[in-house]
């Protein structure tokens, strides 16, 4: 069974740059696209973007430009890199695996997410 | 970006009631649409793929229906352990947009 784990720091000073990993046990990360999603206090799900396996990505426009999504195959790994950061990004960042069907693209399984606050 | 409209944002149910939670798209986007169910500090947890499909694992009471713009999820028969909150996503065009999510009490 595929588990996802975010790690990376918990407080992220404002301007500076938040990075988290996105470990993959129990199976490959190749053959499939990753996404990163973030969940403000007090508010809904937002999609931050994915990478396929061999590095192809789309981006929300809302954060085009301030993101980077990066994955590392050897190591089962994939990475978030959100920089010039505000109290606004401020969030429970998680990661999961898009699945396609014929029908449909879903999220499954999820990360339990880690929360990232922004903060001098 | 397609806008996800859902409602109610938050209801009040008892054990054994029938609830449904509506979503509705900004534009027609077929089956796109996928159903997760959230507990506060856990992952969350899809319940339904290409709008009717149950994910494997999912107990049978949940159910999904529509297609193009309005869509629903159906909990047939409420359990204590689906009090939760509830967000319909659409795939069908990134970006990827979530409903505001459906909270789901105990009356």
């Known amino acids: 069974q595929v588990h996802l784990q975010e790690s990376g720091p918990g407080l992220v000073k404002p301007s500076e740059t938040l990075s988290l990993t996105c470990t993959v046990s129990g199976g490959s990360i190749n053959n499939y696209y990753w996404s990163w999603i973030r969940q403000p206090p007090g508010r809904g799900l937002e999609w931050i973007g994915y990478i396929y396996y061999r590095g192809s990505i789309n981006y929300s426009p809302s954060l085009q430009g301030r993101v980077t999504i990066s994955v590392d195959t050897s190591k089962n790994q994939f990475f978030l890199k959100l920089n010039s950061v505000t109290a606004a990004d401020t969030a429970v960042y998680y990661c999961?695996?898009?699945?396609?069907?014929?029908?449909?693209?879903?999220?499954?399984?999820w990360g339990q997410g880690t929360l990232v606050t922004v903060s001098s | 970006d397609i806008q996800m409209t859902q409602s109610p944002s938050s209801l009040s149910a008892s054990v054994g009631d029938r609830v449904t939670i509506t979503c509705r798209a900004s534009?027609?986007?077929?089956?796109?649409l996928n159903w997760y169910q959230h507990k506060s500090g856990r992952a969350p947890k899809l319940l339904i793929y290409g709008a009717s499909s149950l994910q494997n694992g999912v107990p049978s009471r949940f159910s999904g229906s529509g297609s193009g713009t309005d869509f629903t999820l159906t909990i047939s028969s409420l359990q204590p352990e689906d009090f939760a909150t509830y967000y319909c996503h659409q795939s069908y065009s990134t970006p990827y947009t979530f409903g505001q999510g459906t909270k789901l009490e105990i009356k």
């Open positions: 534009q027609s986007m077929s089956t796109y």
């Open positions: 999961a695996r898009n699945s396609r069907g014929n029908s449909s693209v879903w999220f499954d399984p």
